[in-house]
Nanobody, 126 residues
Framework: QVQLVESGGGLVQAGGSLRLSCAASGRTLSRYLMGWFRQAPGKEREFVAAISASGGSTYYADSVKGRFTISRDNGKYTVYLQMNSLKSEETAVYYC???????????????????WGQGTQVTVSS
């Protein structure tokens, strides 16, 4: 069992930055594909970014490319999402998720992820 806890959310002005963290307990993340998703009020949860088990490959939704950066520190059992140039429409609850996988596997489908955190609220004021 993997427990994921997100932190780092908060209120930021449009154009500002936040760094989210996702800390795991229970076991190392080094064999897990890690993803970040978000759910805005009244909308479905959507894929934001993912990073392969080794950290060698990263994947982004088109809407965040060039502004968000996903990274991981397997030694610290933590995954990060650096978010720059935030927009008001990116106000949402942000979730991290983990999927046990080989280093060559990648998915944007939330149904394929095995473990989820409780989410952290990000509010971007315009």
């Amino acid at each position: 069992q993997v427990q994921l806890v997100e932190s780092g959310g908060g209120l930021v002005q449009a154009g500002g930055s936040l760094r989210l963290s996702c800390a795991a307990s229970g076991r190392t993340l080094s064999r897990y594909l890690m993803g970040w998703f978000r759910q805005a009020p009244g909308k479905e949860r959507e894929f934001v970014a993912a990073i392969s088990a080794s950290g060698g490959s990263t994947y982004y939704a088109d809407s965040v490319k060039g502004r968000f950066t996903i990274s991981r520190d397997n030694g610290k059992y933590t995954v990060y999402l650096q978010m720059n140039s935030l927009k008001s429409e990116e106000t949402a609850v942000y979730y991290c998720a983990a999927k046990y996988s080989s280093d060559y596997y990648y998915t944007e489908s939330e149904s394929e992820y095995d473990y989820w955190g409780q989410g952290t609220q990000v509010t971007v004021s315009s």
